[in-house]
């Protein structure tokens, strides 16, 4: 299939808006293909990221499809590009957390092999379980990625490069999943590599998800806020407004016309 990427008016980032099951096409595609392949998302945090470090920008820039993460992500994006898409499904239905996609990965042609890295032995156990139920009679391993160092992510690269997984689900949450590609990216086994940030702990019901109607609001936010106040107050308080200052900047410096 044809991955478009769209602009995101205000926010000058690229995205590859796809329904589950158009994602769920693509990444059969990518696991035939065999070779490597990047499966990111964008919401407010990532897109601040990329506008401020380099490396995340370059990771971004070479990832196969950057799905629409978050809500105000997806709202904007419907502003430029919902109109040419009113046929199908609404803008909401292009919004992907990684929740939302995991559990189709049962439609993935030929995918025999799974890698999940990340989140505690509990978490990542439950979610490794779990996904051999989705994929029935694929090999799924797992690696708890807590305490993550420089010696964990040798012996990680190393384990992967012996299982040789076709896909692999990245949870050291953001932006340290992402740094662990870029710096590795090259030494890697050919596979699918998914970052999934805090998705292996909702996987296996440690932590507990939002109603997805607060999702197709936009307000999945505030159910993170009550829950985790001191982990996400930051990012709904503060970190807009930096965003903000990075696109002005951005603005003033010609730079959205890249």
């Not at 807590?146 to 992510?153: F, H, M, S, Y």
Request: charged share 20%.
């Amino acid at each position: 299939m044809s991955l478009v990427r769209d602009r995101v008016p205000l926010l000058d980032v690229d995205v590859t808006a796809l329904c589950t099951d158009q994602l769920i096409e693509a990444i059969s595609g990518f696991v035939s293909d065999g070779t490597t392949r990047l499966v990111l998302g964008h919401n407010l945090h990532s897109v601040t990221l990329f506008h401020s470090r380099a490396e995340f920008r370059k990771l971004y820039e070479r990832g196969d499809v950057v799905l629409l993460d978050g809500a105000p992500v997806a709202m904007l994006w419907g502003l430029g590009h919902g109109s040419t898409r009113s046929s199908g499904p609404g803008i909401m239905e292009y919004r992907l957390g990684s929740t939302d996609w995991v559990p189709s990965l049962g439609g993935v042609d030929g995918l025999d092999r799974i890698a999940v890295v990340g989140a505690g032995p509990e978490a990542n156990a439950r979610t490794v379980e779990r996904l051999r139920g989705i994929v029935s009679g694929a090999e799924v391993v797992g690696r708890p990625g807590e305490n993550w160092d420089d010696a964990g992510e040798e012996a990680t690269v190393e384990w992967l490069s012996e299982f040789r997984p076709q896909l692999v689900l990245l949870g050291l949450g953001m932006p340290l999943q992402e740094s662990v590609l870029h710096r590795r990216l090259e030494e890697l086994p050919p596979a699918v590599y998914c970052t999934v940030g805090g998705a292996i702990e909702q996987l296996a019901g440690l932590q507990k998800l939002a109603p997805r109607w607060l999702g197709r609001l936009g307000l999945e936010w505030a159910w993170r806020l009550v829950l985790h106040p001191g982990r996400v107050a930051y990012r709904v308080f503060g970190e807009p407004w930096v965003l903000l200052g990075l696109l002005v900047r951005r603005r003033f410096s010609g730079k959205a016309s890249r």
